[in-house]
């Protein structure tokens, strides 16, 4: 029976040799780990959305989910775009699946990495994605996992996302304020919170594709991120 660790070995150690270049006509192939030390951050909105992004960036190649989270929310999400009738731009797979070429892979990453699995995915990621609610509870948590990072020698393998930040009050900016000013890398675009979200999960579609206020204005967050994504 294969480990936790071993499935995190294999799949982020696999992918490398059949991800951009040659191979699968890609230009600009990245390799993204989305995870968080905390749950409930939008750690598999990010993960979807970017794929997304991705997708439609061009290339030629494939764009790749590839879902270690034991609650396998990324291949429900895309089971319901399936049975909706209107499946994703993108291949969404589990443990153990063989998804061949691919010019881009995204990894929806367990909880709570660390030690020997922490060191592999980020060794094999170009970048590690870190989204993180502005509250003060998961701010501290985040504190934690920069730790866990440098223990492994990689506190430069990874770069913040604020998520679900909400427009009615200047916590957004404070939590920028805050971790910008202690050295943690952020991205430069914050994803704002809206409800849209929770119906494009529920309807296993990309928020750009369902009809409801702010659905436009969510995806604009992730494509400005996604550009960032890609340009480094």
């Not at 892979?105 to 592999?120: C, K, N, Q, T």
Request: charged fraction near 25%.
């Amino acid at each position: 029976m294969i480990t936790r660790l071993g499935k995190v070995r294999v799949f982020f150690a696999g992918p490398r040799a059949g991800t951009g270049g040659e191979a699968s006509g890609g230009s600009c192939g990245v390799i993204v780990t989305v995870t968080s030390n905390k749950g409930g951050v939008s750690k598999t909105t990010t993960s979807m959305h970017l794929a997304g992004y991705l997708a439609d960036c061009g290339g030629g190649g494939r764009t790749v989910v590839v879902d270690l989270d034991p609650n396998a929310s990324a291949l429900d999400w895309a089971a319901r775009a399936e049975k909706g009738g209107r499946p994703l731009p993108f291949v969404v797979v589990g443990p153990g699946e063989d998804y061949g070429e691919a010019e881009h892979v995204i990894f929806d990453s367990p909880g709570r990495l660390y030690g020997e699995e922490l060191e592999a995915m980020a060794e094999v990621s170009d970048l590690v994605v870190v989204p993180t609610l502005p509250a003060r509870l998961s701010v501290d948590v985040l504190a934690g996992f920069v730790t866990d990072l440098a223990e492994v020698g990689r506190a430069d393998a990874y770069k913040v996302l604020l998520t679900m930040v909400p427009r009615w009050n200047l916590r957004g900016r404070q939590a920028r304020e805050e971790l910008g000013g202690v050295g943690v890398p952020l991205f430069r675009r914050s994803i704002r919170l809206r409800p849209a979200f929770d119906t494009a999960a529920d309807r296993g579609a990309l928020v750009r594709d369902v009809r409801v206020r702010g659905a436009q204005d969510g995806w604009d967050d992730y494509m400005a991120f996604g550009r960032e994504v890609v340009e480094g």
